[in-house]
């Protein structure tokens, strides 16, 4: 167990709807980020945020959007959900920003678009 | 940005034997490389990483090797066992400050027993 935990673990919705997801990191990491891993493919990172403020952008469609509270749990919305959109969501965390700091993941939330 | 390329996308070798999986890197910058393991239906976690002023790190069975001049890196797993099979990411560290990583494709590594 890693210390990062992500709710819901499994999520089952149609094309068109909008769905959040959360993230809660290691007690005491500052960091978060949020990676999509389709079917057969590597891990793509999408958005980073550091002490609730976003810190770097990957390749995150504009339908998704992130933000990071206060108490340092981050949420990932997806909105007009495509079939394209299935796929797992890892979140993960790290104590700070920048190289060398290990990135521990979360077990993931299963987004099914039917 | 960094594109980080990764084969084989499956290997498979007799419980006993080596296995060397390759990555290469675009950006100079980058200069941190860690190597995750996801086993079937579990999350990535950090095996070894190594750090571009470093060649070559070893960590028991296995070791990774980074050229730096050629911008590519590798993880060599020695005398495999049935539990080594999982998928296997490499990633680069960009150097903006920020900790994301660039994530290749995956191997899937299955160790014949």
């Known amino acids: 167990d890693s210390g990062v935990t992500q709710t819901p673990k499994h999520l089952i919705t149609a094309t068109g709807q909008r769905v959040t997801l959360r993230c809660s990191p290691r007690?005491?990491?500052?960091?978060v980020y949020w990676y999509q891993q389709s079917l057969d493919q590597g891990l793509q990172f999408l958005i980073q945020?550091?002490?609730?403020?976003?810190?770097a952008k990957g390749n995150i469609l504009e339908r998704f959007s992130a933000q990071q509270f206060p108490d340092l749990h981050s949420e990932l919305n997806l909105s007009s959900l495509e079939l394209g959109d299935s796929a797992l969501y890892f979140c993960?965390?790290?104590?700070?920003?920048?190289?060398?700091?290990?990135?521990?993941f979360g077990p993931g939330t299963r987004l099914t678009v039917l | 940005g960094e594109n980080v390329e990764q084969h084989p996308s499956t290997l498979s070798v007799q419980e006993g034997d080596s296995a060397v999986i390759k990555c290469t890197y675009s950006?100079?910058?980058?200069?941190?490389f860690p190597w995750y393991k996801q086993e079937l239906g579990k999350r990535p976690q950090l095996i070894i990483d190594?750090?571009?002023?470093?060649g070559e790190k070893k960590d028991q069975r296995i070791a990774v090797t980074l050229n730096k001049t050629a911008k590519h890196f590798s993880l060599h797993i020695t005398e495999t066992q049935p539990e080594d099979s999982a998928v296997y990411f490499c990633?680069?560290?960009?150097?903006?400050?920020?900790?994301?990583?660039?994530f290749g494709t995956g191997t899937r590594l299955t160790v014949i027993p």
């Open positions: 993960a965390s790290s104590v700070e920003t920048g190289p060398y700091n290990e990135q521990f």
């Open positions: 007690s005491g990491d500052l960091s």
């Open positions: 945020y550091y002490n609730g403020e976003e810190r």
């Open positions: 950006d100079s910058a980058s200069n941190y």
């Open positions: 190594i750090r571009s002023n470093v």
């Open positions: 990633a680069a560290g960009d150097q903006t400050g920020a900790n994301n990583l660039f």
